[in-house]
T-cell receptor, first 111, second 115 residues
Framework: QQQVKQSPQSLIVQKGGIPIINCAYENTAFDYFPWYQQFPGKGPALLIA?????SEKKEGRFTISFNKSAKQFSLHIMDSQPGDSATYFCAASTTGNQFYFGTGTSLTVIP | GAVVSQHPSWVICKSGTSVKIECRSL??????MFWYRQFPKQSLMLMAT?????????EQGVEKDKFLINHASLTLSTLTVTSAHPEDSSFYIC???????????FGSGTQLSVL
């Protein structure tokens, strides 16, 4: 059973556009929601994370929107650049326990 | 962020041989490390959870005798693929949790190719 559902599977945007990647979860016990960025042949790198006590968190060009009642959270990338082309994974966990990852979104930013 | 070093980055071996992959937390003590397997264009599949000084906890379907995990110190965990076969070819990634913190940091991964 997929604990975290992620969409879309792939996304293509023009440079400067705002790609949005969505994730949904079922387990209301999850209390930590990170996003990871992965380039080909590399391990995932922590991008930004949020806890359910806030509805939005922004770090640079990356913003997480969190909707606790809908059990959904999303990643927005402002002013996207070709260098942002990568695979993005959302995840969810309860403190001290394992992480559950989404299926990933392959983002391509066209110059 | 915290640094997790994983070696080797890639390895090619003959079928039937064993391969060891190392995962080190360079600037923090990791009481828990995780090992993942990733197939091309797919998500991370958790193989096992490794706790320092105790036996690893394997996920369902993962052969513990084939994928030996050792977490002998707070900064080092190793994964040994024993008697490797072509179907074991994959991208293996380790990760470490920063103490009691929720943050999870990943190594750079190891591409294993078994001929």
């Amino acid at each position: 059973q997929q604990q975290v559902k992620q969409s879309p599977q792939s996304l293509i945007v023009q440079k400067g556009g705002i790609p949005i990647i969505n994730c949904a979860y079922e387990n209301t016990a999850f209390d930590y929601f990170p996003w990871y960025q992965q380039f080909p042949g590399k391990g995932p790198a922590l991008l930004i994370a949020i806890r359910p006590d806030v509805s939005e968190k922004k770090e640079g060009r990356f913003t997480i929107s969190f909707n606790k009642s809908a059990k959904q959270f999303s990643l927005h990338i402002m002013d996207s650049q070709p260098g942002d082309s990568a695979t993005y994974f959302c995840a969810a966990s309860t403190t001290g326990n394992q992480f559950y990852f989404g299926t990933g979104t392959s983002l391509t930013v066209i110059p | 962020g915290a640094v997790v070093s994983q070696h080797p980055s890639w390895v090619i071996c003959k079928s039937g041989t064993s391969v060891k992959i190392e995962c080190r937390s360079l600037d923090f003590q990791a009481t828990t490390m995780f090992w993942y397997r990733q197939f091309p264009k797919q998500s991370l599949m958790l193989m096992a959870t490794s706790n320092e000084g105790s036996k690893a906890t394997y996920e369902q379907g993962v052969e513990k005798d084939k994928f030996l995990i050792n977490h002998a110190s707070l900064t080092l965990s190793t994964l040994t693929v024993t008697s490797a076969h072509p179907e074991d070819s994959s991208f293996y990634i380790c990760s470490a949790r920063l103490g009691g913190n929720e943050k999870l940091f990943f190594g750079s991964g190891t591409q294993l190719s078994v001929l």
